[in-house]
Nanobody
Framework: QVQLVDSGGGLVQAGGSLRLSCAAS????????MGWFRQAPGKEREFVAA????????YVADSVKGRFTISRDNAKNTVYLQMNSLKLEDTAVYYC?????????????????WGQGTQVTVSS
């Protein structure tokens, strides 16, 4: 069982930056792939980024490529999402998720463990 706690959201102006964190419980954090998803009002939840257990592989959605970076610190059981050059359309609730091993990282169904979500609001 893995418990995830998202944090770091807030209100930021367009063009600004935020760093989200997701702290995980458990002693086998490095065996879990981690993902970030987001859900904007009235829209379905969508994939944002994923990282392998070792951190050696990272993937980001085309919509955030070049602006968002995913990373992890396995010694701290924490995964991060650095968000730069934020746009109005990045406004959403952001969720981290965990799955053992590796698999279809862009698919929600693959992740059995989810954080509670953290609100990111980008203003003009």
């Amino acid at each position: 069982q893995v418990q995830l706690v998202d944090s770091g959201g807030g209100l930021v102006q367009a063009g600004g930056s935020l760093r989200l964190s997701c702290a995980a419980s458990g002693r086998t954090f490095s065996s879990y792939a981690m993902g970030w998803f987001r859900q904007a009002p009235g829209k379905e939840r969508e994939f944002v980024a994923a990282i392998s257990g070792s951190g050696g592989s990272q993937y980001v959605a085309d919509s955030v490529k070049g602006r968002f970076t995913i990373s992890r610190d396995n010694a701290k059981n924490t995964v991060y999402l650095q968000m730069n050059s934020l746009k109005l359309e990045d406004t959403a609730v952001y969720y981290c998720a965990a799955a053992s091993g590796w698999g279809p990282y862009i698919r929600e169904y693959w992740y059995p463990y989810w954080g509670q979500g953290t609100q990111v609001t980008v203003s003009s």
